[in-house]
Every structure is written in C-alpha cells, then in structure tokens.
C-alpha cells in the first residue's frame, strides 16, 4: 500500500487544485440552497439568519407572476429544445447532399459562425434589425406585410428567441451529424445506386436511418435544458413591455435576487430550477446510457 | 433514366441555392452592422442603410477606439481572456492526467470523477455563488472572472478521452527509464496532445472574451469591467457619457452608427481566430462525443 501511494501521489496532487476550486465555487453555493429556506440576512450570513422551512416556495406556488416566469420557461426552452433539434439534423441532410467539397466549406464556415458570438453582440444587432423601423420590417412592408412589433409583443418575442437561438446554433449542431453521416459506409450507396435509387431515396433509406440514434440521443439529452431558456439571450433582448411572456426563471432570479434584494426568494426559485434540472439530466444520461450505449467517461 | 439524372441535377442547383441563401442569412446580420458603423448620421438615422454604406465614414470608429473607457475595457478583457485560458488549461491537463488512468491503478478515480461530473448535474444557482464570490473578498477582482469558471469538467472530460487514447507503451517505456508522473505529463503527453490543446485553448479563449455576466455582476468599478460588459451596459442602454463623449461629438454621428461600430470591434476578435477555430473546433467536437 505504501509502495502504491508513492506511486500515485502526483496524481492526487494534480486534482488538488481543482477538486479546491469546485468545492468553494461549486460545492458551497450548492449548500447555499439553505438560503432558500431562510429569511437571509447578509449582515447575519447564512448559519444565523432565521430558519423559515417552506414560506418561499409557498410563496412562489402562489404568486402568478413567478407561476408566469416558469411557464414562460418551459414553453421557451421546449420549443428551442423541438425546433433545435429537427432544424440541424435536416439541414445536414441538405448539406450531405453537397459534392464540391469547396462549396460545403464556405457554407460550414458561414454558418458555424453565430454560434462564435455572444448574446450582448447578437443582442444589438438583432434588437437593431427587428425594431419597428429597422431592415425586417422594412422588408416586410416592401413585400406588402404590415410591420411586426417583434420585441414588443409577447408572442412575438417568444417566436423571436426561438428563431433566433436555433439561427445561432443550428450551424453547430450540424457537426455532429455530418460527421456522423461521412462515417456511413460508402458501399450502401454505391450498391443503391446500381438498384437505381435517387438522391432521396437513399436519403431515406440510408443516411436517415445511419444517423437516427445520434439524433435520439442528443435529443434526449437535450431534455435537460427544459428549465434554461437561455439567461444570456432574454437579458440582451427583453424589456419591460413582454415581461409578462418573455420573463424566464434565470432573469426572474436576477432581478429579485440581486437587483431588488430578496435573496432568500429568488435562491427558492433557483434551487426549484436546479433540482428539476438535476432530476432531468440524471434520468435522461441514464437513459441514453441504457438505450444508446453513451457514456461520457 | 435521362429523367432521373435531370431531376437530380435539378435537385442539386435547388439544394445549392438553398444552403447559400441560408448561409448567407447567417452573416447577413453582421454585414449590417458594418454598414451602419460606416454611414454617415443623417443615412442611419433614418434607416436608409441596407447592407451597404451611405455617406461613408470612419467617424463612429474613431470616437470609439480613441474613447479611454473603451480601451481600459478592451485591456481587462486581453487579461482575463490569456489568464483565464493559461489557468484554465493547466488544470484542464493535470486533472485529465489523472482521470486517463486505469481505475486499478490509480484508486480513488472513481471518486474524482463522480466529485468533477456531479457539479455539471447540479448547481448552486446564481445567488448562492455569488454570496460565495463576494465573501471570498473577490469582487472587483480579475480573479472573479477567472477562478468560478476555472475548471471545466467538459474539457477535462474530452482531454481525459485523449489522453486515454496514447499508447500505454510510451509511458511504461517512459516509467522504465525512471520518469515520473511530471515527466511523463510534460514530456510525452504534452507535446502528443498540442492540437487538442489548441482547440480546447481556442474556445476557452472565445468563452473568456465573450463573457459579460460575470463582470457585471462581480466588477462594480467603471475600470474594471471586462469589454463585454461594457457593450452589454452600452448597448442596453446608451449614455455617450459612459464612453467619455460630449453631446456636441454626435453632431455628424448617430448613436446607431457608434453603437454598430462597437458591436463590430468587439466581434473583431471573434472573427480573426474563427479561421484557426474553424480548423480545429471540428475535430474537438467529435473528440469526445462519437466514440467506437
């Protein structure tokens, strides 16, 4: 045993820093949950502010607007997770399609890139190009079409963050798929095409089937982000007037946690959406582990 | 079968004009803002600007670049973006050193790597960590922007699955040779694995420099505040002052101009390493995910 710990020590060493890092900003705000079940104090800290058991989760099943904030969550994130999954993986079928190897590359470059910016750039330019008189409206009212108030109509700024976030990832999330689909073995096709198949049928019968348990897999894990209908992306659009449809639980708990001050509340509502998040991503590994043999270690 | 080789030629223009229009649609934004950034006030005041200039000038970019706050901006995220990625790094390949190892030899892996994957499943949420920040005596620190983000169990993961993939010959013919753990970690498995490293380096990179929250929360200092959120509080709600402007330099200048001119220096970045990105990005994606 001693001749295996001088052994192994320098790998014990090299986790050190880490396994310190995640414990103090990973694993005490993990205890910081207690907060939630807290009337907190800052000047009393958390081991003395005064324990109040489920007054703000009561609260937060009772009140409409964080009951508003949850739905609006979950509608947001469900139709990012549904179009952003279909979106990537028929788009790779097009692009699979392609045989100028040049002219696929500049289409991956092009689209790979909004997933490269942040939400604050994106954010601006977005807001710029779907105000009332900006270049879409314009467009639309050429083409005959009245305006649309994109940001300031709850629907349509629902319609907006999921149009806008799959037009950021769906380049990405082509990746995998065509990587996936250039695996495929050529000889299926090859014997296809003397059976006389077109482009679609082999699509179909070939490419769709080959890639199917990737898609499965990533959209099963997917289903993990039921509750993050992306912060960074409703912070640099929203406003005031579609509050009432567009608020999501992380800018909720920003603004009444750290803005107005009621940290207790706002911790209530963020462990709701992490242990919801926890309960999901667990179910949905082990099911992908089970079904589809994935593994991340 | 004329018939079938004209149809699928037809598909194939069809499908070409597809992707283009779709990609171009991508970039189409950004093209945007480049032409308002170099229109003149009257032009981008009242949206006369499409995807090209009107009345070109190099106004906007000068008022912004020769703006102190943007600078001082632009200097902590340059820090934060080469700390943040050599810290980051470091720790990325000495923990993923470790979990490479076979869980009869190294006992304990097990442990690491439930105590590195449970903080991916669960977290603490934003008011718990930022309690923990602000006791830590971190605020308007860099160190606040770059030790909570330090250790990406992602890329540890993806760098652990490269690690594993080198010969065990080379480190036991290493180990015969006396080299220890150190040596082996620098002389055998660094050098092996330098294209990983660069991807993995690239995106923390791009993950540094494009993050805002993080400074707008923990930085309550003007000059402190990463570029990032800089743009994010100019672009959200826009005060000249905050760039060190008077009233009277926006006579020939719109604020729609100066803020696309902001919008596009602070993509400038992005937009020089994405060839190198693009290089690598590919193959760091599929490193991990598809394995045999």
Known sequence: MKMYFRKTWPLHLFLLPSVLLLIVFNYIPMAGFLIGFEDFKP?????????????????????????????NTFIIAIFK????????????????????????????????LPHFLNWVILGGILTDLLATNGLINQLLEGLGLNRIFFLGSGDWFRFTLVTSDVWKEFGFGTIIYLAAMTGINQSLYEAADIDGANNFNKAIHITIPAVIPIAIVI???????????????????????VYQKGDIIDTYVYRVGLLQGSFSLATAVGFFKSVIGFVLIATTYKLASKYANYRIF | ?????????MFQYANHLFLSIVAILCILPMIHVLAVSLSSNYATTSFLVKLWPIGFTWDAYEKALNSNNFLVAFKVSILRTVFGTLISMTLTMLAAYSMSKDNRYFRGRTVYAWFFVFTMLFHGGLIPTYLV?????????????ILPVAVNVFNVVLMMNFFRGIPKELEEAAAIDG?????????????????????????TMVFHWNSWFDGMIYMNQANKIPLAT??????AGFDYTQIGLNPSDLENLSERSLKSALIFIGTLPILLVYPFLQKYFVKGMTLGSVKE
């Not at chain 1, 058991?53 to 739905?71: C, E, R, S, Y």
């Not at chain 1, 549904?82 to 790779?92: C, K």
């Not at chain 2, 920040?133 to 922007?145: D, H, T, Y």
């Not at chain 2, 080299?179 to 055998?188: C, D, N, Q, S």
């Open chain 1, 43 to 71: 000047w009393l800290g958390i081991l003395k502010s005064p324990f109040v058991g489920l007054k703000h989760f009561k609260f937060m099943f009772n009140d409409p607007t964080a009951i508003q904030v949850i739905w």
């Open chain 2, 230 to 235: 800089f743009l994010q509080a100019l672009i």
């Open chain 2, 179 to 203: 080299a220890g753990h150190f040596r082996v970690l620098f002389t055998i498995f660094f050098p092996i694995s330098l294209p990983s490293i660069a991807t993995l380096s690239l995106f």
């Open chain 2, 1 to 9: 079968m004329l018939k079938l080789k004209f149809s699928n030629r």
């Open chain 2, 133 to 145: 920040v602000q006791k830590a005596g971190l605020m308007n620190s860099l160190w606040a922007l």
């Open chain 1, 81 to 112: 997770i549904i179009v952003g999954a279909i979106v990537p993986f028929a788009f790779s079928l097009f692009l699979n399609e392609v045989r100028a190897m040049l002219f696929k590359r500049t289409i991956q470059s092009l689209i790979y």
């Open chain 1, 219 to 241: 959209a099963t894990l997917s289903l993990g982000n039921i509750l993050n209908a992306g912060f960074d992306q409703v912070y640099n659009m929203y406003n005031p007037l």
